[in-house]
């Protein structure tokens, strides 16, 4: 028996995506091996296809996903055979086989399809962190969150709303305006047409932004930086436009601003915080209150197709890859 994977042999544009296959994967102490039904694509996954984050090659990429537990390695507890999981942070999910530690796997409820279920464990529990850990959000509390129809953007505006924030939105184009509009945005602005900064002052004046989330980095950074107010938080998370140049200390000195550069992985670091973030996420998707978008789903084959609309701001919500 073989299973089918997308490798990578040197680092480079999206054609350097290959489908492969390769020997079964047999059970391994403290993991589970899972039949994949949704392998996600994510923006980093684009940096280390390209090398901006350089990698061990040759690599199968993909850390997220969704699938059925077909077998337990020793020590695993928990857990049983024909289970429905998710996970973040399990290496080579561009696969139809893969084998994740027991330790990042996340329970997925019967009320919750295994599709859905891929599109939140890496970009859910990194809008739950940035809402609620990051700058916790509260009524009262002003936000902006740039790229905001996109699969992170998107579940950050619904749950900024849900912790009952004021939310500016900013987007590419107005069909991504209307997508951030239905996820709650209460200003939306087409940062292709209107300057970032005169969009957001009209919105809500000057210095009034009690945080930014920024997910897009050097094209937005300065922007977010001139709306904040005095001793607001700036959280870049991301570099869908490149990585944002070094930062002087000094810059921040005139509104005493915070700066911080998290990752998901330092936010989700016991048992505790990781499920207590998933199962807050579950109940708003049981409820009704947050809504999964999957954009595009496309066959393992096409992962370079996937990468490049990616890479080319032509998606909105998630994008899943299917075995
Ligand atoms: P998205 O679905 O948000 O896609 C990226 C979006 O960024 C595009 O759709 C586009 O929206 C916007 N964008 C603006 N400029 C560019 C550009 N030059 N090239 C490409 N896209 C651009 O992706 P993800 O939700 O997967 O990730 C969003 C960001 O969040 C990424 O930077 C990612 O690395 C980061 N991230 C960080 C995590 C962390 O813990 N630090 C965890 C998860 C994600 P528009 O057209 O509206 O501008």
Redesign the pocket.
Known sequence: MSRTVVQIDEHGGPDVLRLRELPDLEPTAGELLIDVHAAS????DT?HRSGLYEMELPLIPGSEGSGTITALGDGVSGFAVGDAVAWAGGPGSYASQVSVSAAVALNVPESMSLTAAAALP??GM?AH?LIDSVYPLGPGDRCLI????????RLLVQMAKLRGAEVVA????DA?AELARSAGADHVIN??RVDIVEGVEAAVGKNAIDVVYD???A??FEAGLAVLRIRGTMAT??????PVPPVAPIALMAKSLFLT?????D?VITPEERDGRWNEIVGWVESGELEVRI?LELPLAQAAEAHRA??????????LLRP
């Open positions: 694509v994510n923006f980093i940096y890496l970009q990194t962190y740039h790229a905001a129809a996109g699969g992170t953007g900013t987007v590419g184009t991504k940062y292709e997910g897009v980095g094209s937005t998370f991301g570099n869908a436009s490149g550069r998290p990752k998901l992985f936010f954009g990616l890479e080319a701001r032509q998606t909105t919500g998630k994008l």
